[in-house]
C-alpha cells in the first residue's frame, strides 16, 4: 500500500545513538523470539498474538519503558502493544517483561506511522498513550512534531467508538497545539473542558517528579473517540 503523500514526511522518531547494555542486549536476545513481533505491512490480529479477548492498547515511543511496565503490571486484564524505535530501550522493557513476569505486553521495533498504516485495523484500539514525546522546542522544528492533524486522524481511526487517545507533555506550548490539534478533529471529543488531570493509571517518572518538584507544569489530555 502506498502512503498517502502527507504522511511520507511523518516519523514518530529520531534515531539516535545508544549503547546496549549486557542485561539488554541478553534480553534482546533470549525475549525477543517471544515478545517482540516482527513489522509486517499486514494487519495484526491482536487477538492471536495474546492468544485472549481483552482491551488492547497501543503506547507509541515508550523509551526506556518504565511507564510501560509498571502500566501492564498494574492492569494485567489489559494487553499493550509497545512501539519504540530504540534498541536499548527496547532491551530495557524486555527485562522489565521478564522480571514483572508480564505476558500481556508485546513490542514492535518499528517506526509508528508504519504500524498504525498498515499493521493495525481500524476500529481495533480501546486505547492510545503518547507519553512525552520529543517536543521539538525550537519553532523552526515544530514542523517535525508528532502530533499533527493527519497523524490524529489516522490514530482515531484505529480508536473503538469510546476508546481513549491520552497524551502527556511537560512543553507548555506543545500541550496548547496538541490541544488545538485534538479539539479540531472531529473523530474526537475531549473528556475535560481543556486538559485532564492526571490518570491514576500513568505513574509518575522520576524526570516528571524533579520538574514537579521545580515547579515545572505537566499537561495530559485525554480524548475518547465519538
Known amino acids: 500500500m502506498t502512503e498517502p503523500p502527507h504522511q511520507r514526511s511523518i516519523r514518530s522518531f529520531v534515531l539516535r545513538a545508544g549503547r546496549m547494555g549486557s542485561g539488554q542486549a541478553r534480553a534482546l536476545a533470549e525475549l525477543g523470539p517471544r515478545f517482540l ?122 480508536l473503538k467508538p469510546g476508546g481513549y487517545l491520552h497524551l502527556a507533555t511537560d512543553w507548555e506550548d506543545y500541550a496548547r497545539q496538541m490541544l488545538e490539534v485534538l479539539s479540531a478533529e472531529p473523530q474526537l471529543a475531549n473528556t475535560a473542558d481543556t486538559f485532564a488531570p492526571r490518570p491514576e493509571y500513568r505513574p509518575l517518572t522520576k524526570f516528571e517528579q524533579r520538574g514537579l518538584r521545580l515547579g515545572h507544569g505537566v499537561w495530559d489530555l485525554v480524548f475518547r473517540r465519538r
Do not use: C
Request: hydrophobic share 45%; glycine share 8%.
Open 37 to 158: 513481533l516482527p513489522y509486517q505491512p499486514a494487519p495484526l490480529d491482536l487477538e492471536t498474538v495474546f492468544g485472549r479477548q481483552a482491551p488492547k492498547v497501543v503506547e507509541i515511543g515508550f523509551g526506556m519503558g518504565h511507564a510501560t511496565a509498571a502500566i501492564a503490571e498494574a492492569q494485567r486484564e489489559t494487553d499493550y502493544l509497545g512501539l519504540e524505535v530504540h534498541q536499548p530501550g527496547v532491551g530495557a522493557l524486555l527485562k522489565r517483561i521478564e522480571e514483572l513476569g508480564l505476558d500481556n505486553l508485546r513490542i514492535v521495533q518499528h517506526d509508528a506511522v508504519e504500524v498504525f498504516n498498515h499493521m493495525l485495523l481500524d476500529a481495533s484500539l480501546d486505547g492510545i498513550h503518547i507519553f512525552f514525546p520529543d517536543p521539538w522546542h525550537k519553532k523552526r522544528h515544530h514542523k517535525r512534531r508528532l502530533i499533527q492533524p493527519a497523524f490524529v486522524a489516522l490514530l482515531a481511526r484505529k
